[in-house]
Each structure stands twice: as C-alpha cells, then as structure tokens.
C-alpha cells in the first residue's frame, strides 16, 4: 500500500481515488480477510488477536483513504507537526507560573504562525523585536508573520 502511496504521490485527488480503488481496494479487502482468517486461528487471549480486534473494529476509519483522494494513507505529516509540542511537553511544566505559561503559549503561537507561513521563526522574530521600538503602531500589522515579507521588501532600498 506504502508503494503505490509513494507512485501517486503529486497526483491530483481524482488520479489518486481512481489509482486506490483499481490497485489498493483489491490488497486491503485482501488484507482484512487474511486478518480475520488469521485472528480466528488465534486464542482470545493472544496479543495479535487484540491487535487484530482494534484495527477491525476501526476497519472503516482506516479504508476510508480509498474514498477520498484528498486523504493519505498514514498521519506522518500531522504526528511531525505535533513532534514540538510532545518534546516540550516535560520543559513547559516549569514555566515557573501561570503567566509564564500564558506568555510561553503566546510565544509558541507567534513560531508556529511563522512557520505556517514558511517564514523562518528566528530570522522573523529577530527583525521583528529590533524594528519594534521605532515602528509606528498604526502599521504594527506589517510585522504580523503573514505580512512581514511585503512589509519588510517595502523598507528595503531599491537596488541601484
């Protein structure tokens, strides 16, 4: 399944629906029934059996990639973007108070809205705190990470 994931990867979501339901469809209905065929060979008891009983039970969470060429097989791509928050899970219990919290979280929001808009954090929030002070608040929107590029590329000199 991994394999043609990687062959129709780029293709629009169309392409995609039609390539999983002529090539994939046929491995996972395959696949459920050797799971079921297997699981009943096995004990209750048996770790493979209570494996097998959980992805069963969300058989149709797990096909619905089949459905929906939008969809990817696997949620590699949401556990990365959530990576940062588990690592430093164990360091922001020690914001030292509530308002250390609140202010980490404020933080931790302007880094993320950066790099959503494939801004790096540290380039943005360097440029960002050294024009604060002289900036006029009624542009301070300029510097939102959304705006900072055209904002920045109009205080810049032309090139001669």
């Known amino acids: 399944l991994f394999d043609i994931e990687r062959e129709i990867n780029g293709l629009s979501p169309a392409q995609r629906h039609a390539v999983r339901q ?26 493979l059996t ?11 969470s797990f096909t619905r990639f089949l459905d ?15 990576r940062g928050i588990a ?32 801004i790096d954090p540290q380039a943005w929030l360097a440029d960002v705190l050294a024009r604060l002070p002289a900036y006029p608040a009624h542009r301070i929107d300029d510097l939102l990470s959304w705006n900072w590029r055209s904002a920045k590329l109009r205080t810049q000199p032309a090139a001669a």
């Open 22 to 47: 002529e090539r994939s469809a046929p491995l996972v209905t395959e696949l459920e029934r050797w799971m079921i065929k297997t699981r009943d060979k096995l004990s209750r008891g048996h770790d």
């Open 68 to 82: 929906d060429g939008r969809i990817c097989l696997s949620n590699n791509a949401a556990e990365r973007a959530l």
């Open 50 to 60: 209570k494996a097998f009983n959980y992805m069963l039970r969300r058989w149709s």
């Open 87 to 118: 690592l430093g899970r164990k360091s922001w219990l020690f914001c030292g108070s509530d308002r250390g919290g609140q202010r980490a979280a404020v933080l931790y929001s302007l880094i993320v809205s950066a790099k959503m808009n494939d």
